[in-house]
């Protein structure tokens, strides 16, 4: 119905002439001006015009005369106006404070903003005023029908042509009670006029705020139809405006509203020479349902027609090339509106064998609509890639990835099952090549209730392919792989971990997944160590014929945490991350950097003792010292790891002094996650292991994992023994080997307010920081501290004095004041336990 009232919709300019009539006679002498026979071209007075008082009392007072001034035009002697006012910033009523200026304002403006016709038949329009805010004013149809006639509607110049008001690029009329009779007063000024030479005349840059207004569908329908497209002169298609055709998110019409802007502003038309030609100011798609009416299977399907692609004069497919993002969240499409809409998706075969589809569709957003396994299933059939005769692939320019709400479908195993077929399996082109679909970059599975089955079908896409020369082929785009809280198991575990394992070439040589960088299998059904035994075989570095080592380079993230894994699991991930050793003696460790996530499970510390080893640095036959650059980071907190199992990894991450008296620390791990079970031997083992040393230069050297910030859990440690353990190992200077000492200069903010070090730890903290004598006689001290905090820690007065003196001989070393930013600012004491 909307559409025929689109088709039938005729401009009445006799009745708009007339209502425009009743407008300017209400305020007939608004904008007249005065003439004085003087000069030509000269301005009749430089004065206020004798009618500004009368607009700015139409306008509530809401305006000053300066600024009625700048709205008014004044007549030159020759006859003809002009509009001298510079109002740069625009026309913004504000609704607050008097009363709205209503429909009588609205006119008494427009009366003044109204082109003014020379004498020699041309216009003048007010060249300054670019943006008219008037919303919340109370403006109903008499008053837009009156704005609209005075600031959109073109005027018809002697010999035909049509004039524009271009100036205004803004119109906002938000929240006032413009109906339908209103929008299309709005919409018949805004319809493009036809000029003599075939040309169309229209505001290609009007952005027009309609939100919050009483329009139904009639009177949007009649604005989405002045926006329809024209054919020019060369019988070529133009769009009249840009920027209007975003503007409908305040219609609330459903299937109407998406049958309207599909079939008038989405559609392509077809220009002279037969070649289709698309909406290129439409490059979003709004229909998110914020309320009123939901689009439903319908509007879906009206909205697919025009997106599907139309064949050319030679049999060649046109797709909208311009199109980047529909937002249809929040309807109720269903399978057949999501069934419409793949189809329109799908690409298309030419002629000459070769595939076209919508190459600039990024984002598709169909959460909440309602939409179940046939619908997704459609929608992953048309996004997978096509092969040419010649094996020239063409890749989608969408990925699953891309399309909101696909997490709503939660289908078990159907779903990977889909994906794994359409999206993920390469094809096998003519010539003998795989070819990979380029648009999965991720795949989020997790949450999906997958079992082993849907696993083992995602496995058999992902598995490499022998091409016809023997190689193997990983796929070479997917970079992330999440499953986590899913039902896989150890089943599932096994045939995830034999699809992503290496491949051995006809020549020996070994190759691995090179592309997939994250593994996320966070409680993934219990993996337990049958399952993390697999990802490890998975990982394990092979040996060529020639005895070199080949690693996975690629994966960066593996997430296994809360699976259930016991030692025998880390033990076996432990060998996956051990080094080997070369022909030659040398030892060759991985430095891929990854970061391995096992929180929540059961190594123990037999299991942390196992990861340990793995990362002890190893002495070369030379006697140099190889160092591990396998981990980034490691997870290890909720594993019921103790002193034992601390003391393991903070003798793996001991440094190692190298021959050249340099000492050799772990540059990879930047952080490791335990937890207080480890007790104080534990911390104080990793705290002093991770301590700064002094090289052979007499600088300090330090391991990327800082005890204070990359050691996680640290900050749950309380007691004494943490005071000692900071103070020894981080606050102390060291002594290099000529005698001087060396403070830290990296540690400019301890914070140990609340850890309870008592006098025993607050002592220690005193004596860290008293200065050094060095051997040539100067003194050594810290220049680096800024901040020492210790509120809590019930320390009595001698030793709050005793830190406060210590800290006073710093500042004097210093040459600072309190007010200097090098001075050493101690935080407060608590007094009343002292």
């Known amino acids: 119905m909307v559409l025929k009232a689109l088709r039938n919709f005729r401009v009445d300019m006799q009745r708009l002439s007339i209502l425009w009539l009743v407008g300017v006679t209400v305020l007939a002498q608004l904008g007249a001006g005065t003439s004085v026979p003087d000069r030509q071209a000269e301005l009749v007075t430089r004065s206020l015009p004798p009618d500004a008082p009368s607009l700015v009392n139409a306008l509530n007072f809401k305006i000053n005369e300066e600024t009625a001034r700048q709205l008014l035009p004044t007549r030159l002697a020759d006859g003809s106006w002009v509009f001298e006012g510079k109002l740069r910033r625009g026309l913004d009523l504000p609704y607050w404070g008097k009363p709205p200026i209503g429909d009588k304002g609205a006119m008494a403006l427009a009366a003044a903003l109204q082109p003014r016709?020379?004498?020699n038949g041309t216009w003048a329009f007010h060249g300054s005023l670019r943006t008219?805010?008037?919303?919340?004013?109370?403006?109903?149809?008499?008053?837009?029908?009156?704005?609209?006639?005075?600031?959109?509607?073109?005027?018809?110049?002697?010999?035909?042509?049509?004039?524009?008001?271009?100036?205004?690029?803004?119109?906002?009329l938000y929240g006032n009670s413009v109906g339908d009779e209103g929008a299309k007063s709005i919409a018949a000024a805004l319809e493009p006029r036809r000029n003599p030479d075939g040309s169309w005349a229209f505001n290609s840059d009007l952005r027009l705020d309609l939100e919050g207004n009483n329009i139904g569908d009639e009177g949007w329908a009649s604005l989405v139809a002045a926006l329809r497209p024209r054919l020019?002169?060369?019988?070529?298609?133009?769009?009249?405006?840009?920027?209007?055709?975003?503007?409908?998110?305040?219609?609330?019409?459903?299937?109407?509203?998406?049958?309207?802007?599909?079939?008038?502003?989405?559609?392509?038309?077809?220009?002279?020479?037969?070649?289709?030609?698309?909406?290129?100011?439409?490059?979003?798609?709004?229909?998110?349902?914020?309320?009123?009416?939901?689009?439903g299977p319908d509007g879906a399907r009206a909205l697919a027609a025009?997106?599907?692609?139309?064949?050319?004069p030679g049999g060649s497919w046109a797709f909208n090339g311009w199109l980047e993002e529909i937002n249809l969240r929040g309807n109720s499409i269903g399978d057949e509106g999501a069934e419409a809409i793949a189809a329109s998706l799908e690409p298309r075969q030419n002629p000459d064998g070769s595939w076209a589809h919508h190459s600039s569709l990024r984002e598709v957003d169909l959460s909440g609509n309602g939409i179940a396994s046939a619908g997704w299933t459609a929608l992953a059939t048309a996004l997978r890639p096509r092969v040419g005769p010649d094996g020239t692939a063409f890749q989608p320019s969408l990925g699953v990835h891309n399309f909101g709400g696909f997490r709503d479908w939660s289908a078990g195993d159907a779903k990977p099952r889909a994906i794994a077929e359409h999206l993920l399996a390469p094809t096998l082109a003519p010539n003998g090549t795989w070819v990979f679909n380029e648009a999965m970059r991720q795949l989020d599975l997790g949450y999906q209730g997958i079992a082993p089955g849907g696993a083992?079908?995602?496995?058999?896409?992902?598995?490499?392919?022998?091409?016809?020369?023997?190689?193997?082929?990983?796929?070479?785009?997917?970079?992330?792989?999440?499953?986590?809280?899913?039902?896989?198991?150890?089943?599932?575990?096994?045939?995830?971990?034999?699809?992503?394992?290496?491949?051995?070439?006809?020549?020996?040589?070994?190759?691995?997944?090179?592309?997939?960088?994250?593994?996320?299998?966070?409680?993934?059904?219990?993996?337990?160590?049958?399952?993390?035994?697999?990802?490890?075989?998975?990982?394990?570095?092979?040996?060529?014929?020639?005895?070199?080592?080949?690693?996975?380079?690629?994966?960066?993230s593996l997430d296994l945490g809360r699976n259930n894994i016991g030692p025998e699991g880390a033990k076996a991930l432990a060998s996956a991350l051990r080094p080997r050793t070369n022909p030659d003696g040398s030892w060759v460790f991985s430095d891929v950097g990854l970061n391995l996530f096992l929180e929540d499970n059961a190594i123990g510390?037999?299991?942390?003792?196992?990861?340990?080893?793995?990362?002890?640095?190893?002495?070369?036959?030379?006697?140099?010292w190889s160092v591990s650059g396998a981990l980034s980071s490691l997870r290890l907190e909720g594993n019921q790891i103790g002193s034992e199992g601390a003391k393991a990894l903070a003798a793996a991450l001991e440094p190692r002094q190298a021959a050249d008296g340099d000492w050799r620390f772990n540059q990879a791990l930047s952080r490791l996650d335990v937890d207080a079970g480890i007790g104080d031997g534990g911390w104080a083992a990793l705290f002093s292991a991770l301590q700064p040393r002094v090289d052979s230069d007499g600088a300090l050297s330090r391991p990327p994992l800082d005890p204070l910030t990359g050691l996680y859990g640290s900050e749950s440690w309380r007691g004494e023994a943490k005071g000692k353990a900071i103070a020894d190992c981080l606050l102390a200077?060291?002594?290099?080997?000529?005698?001087?000492?060396?403070f830290n200069e990296a540690l400019t903010e301890l914070n140990l307010q609340g850890d309870a070090i008592g006098d025993s730890g607050a002592q220690a903290i005193a004596n860290a920081l008293e200065p050094r004598e060095n051997p040539d006689g100067s003194t050594a001290f810290n220049e680096a501290l800024a901040t020492l905090y210790l509120y809590g820690n019930s320390i009595s007065r001698n030793?709050?004095?005793?830190?406060?003196?210590?800290?006073?001989?710093?500042?004097?070393?210093?040459?600072?004041?309190?007010?200097?930013?090098?001075?050493?600012?101690?935080?407060?004491?608590?007094?009343?336990d002292a």
Not at 733 to 742: A, D, L, M, Y
């Open 456 to 556: 083992a079908a995602l496995a058999d896409a992902l598995a490499p392919r022998r091409g016809s020369d023997g190689q193997w082929k990983f796929n070479p785009f997917l970079r992330s792989l999440t499953l986590r809280n899913n039902d896989l198991g150890a089943e599932g575990a096994k045939v995830i971990a034999g699809a992503l394992g290496p491949r051995q070439n006809p020549d020996g040589s070994w190759v691995f997944n090179g592309a997939l960088e994250s593994l996320n299998l966070y409680q993934a059904g219990g993996l337990g160590d049958e399952g993390a035994e697999a990802i490890a075989a998975a990982l394990e570095p092979r040996q060529s014929p020639d005895g070199s080592w080949a690693f996975n380079a690629a994966l960066r």
């Open 117 to 119: 016709q020379n004498p």
């Open 799 to 832: 030793l709050q004095q005793a830190i406060q003196e210590v800290v006073a001989k710093i500042n004097q070393l210093r040459g600072a004041t309190w007010r200097d930013s090098n001075w050493l600012r101690l935080g407060s004491f608590d007094y009343w």
């Open 733 to 742: 200077p060291k002594q290099s080997p000529n005698g001087t000492w060396v």
């Open 232 to 295: 020019g002169e060369d019988g070529g298609a133009i769009w009249p405006d840009p920027e209007v055709a975003h503007d409908f998110r305040d219609w609330e019409g459903g299937d109407a509203k998406a049958e309207a802007i599909a079939e008038l502003l989405l559609a392509p038309v077809l220009d002279s020479d037969g070649a289709w030609v698309f909406n290129r100011a439409m490059d979003e798609l709004d229909l998110f349902r914020r309320r009123g009416d939901s689009v």
């Open 306 to 312: 025009a997106l599907a692609p139309k064949a050319g």
């Open 132 to 172: 008219v805010k008037l919303g919340r004013h109370g403006i109903t149809d008499e008053g837009a029908r009156a704005l609209a006639a005075a600031l959109l509607e073109p005027r018809e110049n002697p010999d035909g042509s049509w004039a524009v008001n271009r100036a205004v690029t803004s119109l906002r």
């Open 605 to 624: 510390d037999e299991g942390a003792k196992a990861i340990a080893s793995a990362l002890e640095p190893k002495r070369d036959p030379g006697g140099s």
